[in-house]
């Protein structure tokens, strides 16, 4: 006979596993039919969320369809909406003159005026050889030859000028075009290039960009607030021939001065972002990934969590427990109200601050004390148990945000930082080494930057690869893109 005890304990198992594999195929029809933003509209009315009620009596309330009769009256006063006319074209676009005469003979017509129609036209890339001529001079006394200083290149003895080299950066790092699309396209211009050419043009540009890269790191690690987030990407492995290695992008936001570091490292663990942090000190924001708790103990480091991983958790438990896992998400809505006021309103620091602690800490207060009752009452390894979990393990963490107005209530803004990359690695699939992936955080680094100050970044890499060679060493920190787009207005001005 098999004993009551070992009975309920295999009913229990089954069950936990029952739902576990319900929950992980709620997750891939999600993934394959779902939709993919995380808006979340609650089903049941604002009342019925109050911490008062028993999650066993909160019902889903079905809404009373009411058949409502009208006639539709067209004013015939009203006047008629007025046609906005066709999107002006840019000035700033040059124009190429068509003039088109009449048929008829018009001599001795007076003309009265004239009908101008304008199109957007386009041409394939136009390509063009810049020829540098520099007379050479004999002196009057026949002891030298005079001539003119060649303007440096920023890649000696190479074909492409810095117009070229910025295009192919960008089409690879903004519009995640291969190499080798770029090199077709080049194709139909009548310009054959192989692809190591290219790749040699694109670590050359990266060999003048090292020292400003540096000093880009130096000023985003010197912020007083930093996100940080990591995203993966395949790296072929030079080893093991067809395969691939992955490796890491940690990517580093600075929400104050909008800038954004790519740091690319071989593994995941603590070692990349511990290195990189070593003088670090302020506010650190980060996911639930158990390798930043070693920033707890830090000296001079206070680590505050993400509230949309959190809130991530109860949108994946909806299937498992909806009651419970809406007024979650209800409440959770309630906070990120205050943070959209706190955008539109354009509020300081210390305004913002003063917000959250009026409207948020109750909110907060008040989900906390249902997270700790409600934990009691569900399966740990149900979906519902888990989301509870993470967020109470992590709850001082997800409410630091609620004291300094300077802070974000989570880490979207990193998030969006790092889509390009995922765009891109759909495009050229893998870094072709290590150190190609290193040159790709470099220069990903250095986009997502110009992207944050609304800079071009084909003008800002064009003009930088123009210059950088023979800019003094102690201002080239003038070059990074924030300081580029000040100067640059400062002279336009002048």
Known sequence: MIAEAEIKLTYDELLHQNIQLRHELDQLKRIVFGQKNERFVPTFPEEQLSM???????AVVSPVLETISYTRRKELSSPAK???????????????????????????????????TE?????????????TIRPKYVKATGEGILIGSLPSMPIDKCIAGPGLLASIVIG??????????????????????????????????????????????REVLGASYLQVDESPIKVLDKDKKGSTHRGYHWVYHSPQDQLVLFDYRE?????????????????????????YNSFDK???????????????????????????????????????GVERKIREEGLNAPEAKAVRQEESLPVLRGLNAWLLENYQQVLPQSPIGKAISYSLQRW???????????????????????????????????????EGARRAAMLYSFMASCKKHDINPQHWLKDILESIADWPQKRIQELLPHHWKKNTSAQRQN
């Open 298 to 336: 830090r000296e001079g480091v206070t680590h505050l969590h993400c509230m949309a991983h959190a809130r991530r958790k109860f949108d994946e438990a909806l299937p498992n427990d909806k009651a419970r896992a809406e007024y979650v998400l209800s409440e959770m809505q309630k906070l990120y």
């Open 396 to 434: 001082e963490k997800l409410c630091v945000y609620a004291g300094d107005g300077r802070l974000q209530i989570d880490n979207n803004l990193v998030e969006n930082a790092i889509r390009p990359l995922a765009i891109g690695r759909k495009n050229y699939l893998f870094a072709g080494s290590h």
């Open 119 to 131: 199109q957007l036209e386009a041409t394939p890339m136009k390509l063009y050889v810049r020829r």
């Open 52 to 58: 008062g009620l028993e999650v066993a009596s909160i």
């Open 267 to 291: 593994g995941r663990g603590r070692e990349g972002p511990e290195e990189l942090l070593k003088e670090f000190k302020g506010y650190l924001q980060s996911d639930g990934y158990e390798v």
């Open 172 to 217: 690879k790092f903004i519009d995640h075009l291969p190499l080798y699309r770029q090199i077709e396209i080049f194709k139909r211009s009548g310009i054959t290039l192989s692809s190591s050419t290219v790749g040699d043009w694109i670590e050359g540009c990266c060999k003048l960009l090292t020292p400003l890269y540096e000093v880009h790191r």
């Open 82 to 116: 007025l046609h906005q006319g066709r999107m002006a074209l840019p000035a700033s676009l040059p124009r190429e003159i068509v003039i088109i005469e009449p048929t008829e003979d018009v001599s001795g017509l007076k003309k009265i005026g004239e009908e101008i």
